[in-house]
C-alpha cells in the first residue's frame, strides 16, 4: 500500500524553510501539492521508503508497515525526535508500543557538505563521475570510454 496523505492533518509544512517537506524529500518525485495539501499523484509507483513519512512535521502521511516488523492489522507511525526516530506501534489488541532508535549523529541542519573532501566539489559535481570517487577508488583518474569518433 503506497503513502496516502490525511488532508486534515496537513498543514503545508508552515514555518519550514524548505517548503512542503514531502515534495522536497521523495526520491520518486511522487509527492506533490493539490491546492494546500499534500498528495502521492502516483500510488502505483510508491516504493514504501518512508522517506516522506518519517519527515512530516504533523505526522499526516501514513503508509502500512512491513510484514517483517509490523503484524498483520497494526499501525505504524514513524516521529523524528532529537537524533532519531520514535516508531509508534499500536497492535490488533489495543495495545501500544514505542521504539526510539538513532538516526543521525549531528543535529538537524548542523552537517557540511563536503566536509573533509579535498576535491574540488563544483568540479565534481559538474563531472560525470560521483564526487570523491576516485578519492575512494585509489587512483588519480577514473577510466574513460575509447572515443569513436
Ligand atoms: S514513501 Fe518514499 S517513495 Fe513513497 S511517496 Fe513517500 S518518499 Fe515517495
Ligand atoms: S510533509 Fe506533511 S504537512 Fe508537509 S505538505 Fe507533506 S503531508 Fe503536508
Known sequence: ???????????????????????????????KLKGD???????????????????????????????????LGAEVQPRRVELGLTWTVKFRDGEVLEFTYPSRTKPVGSSIPYEGFTEDPIADLRGQTLAGESVWLGVDNLPTFASNV
Open 37 to 71: 495539501k499534500g498528495f502521492n499523484q502516483e500510488p502505483n509507483l510508491c516504493s514504501e521508503c518512508y522517506a516522506c513519512v518519517k519527515l512530516c512535521p504533523t505526522e499526516a502521511i501514513r503508509v502500512r508497515g512491513y510484514a517483517d516488523f509490523i503484524p
Open 1 to 31: 500500500m503506497p503513502t496516502f496523505v490525511d488532508p486534515n492533518a496537513c498543514n503545508t509544512c508552515e514555518g519550514e524553510d524548505k517548503g512542503p517537506l514531502c515534495v522536497y524529500i521523495c526520491p520518486n518525485d511522487l509527492m
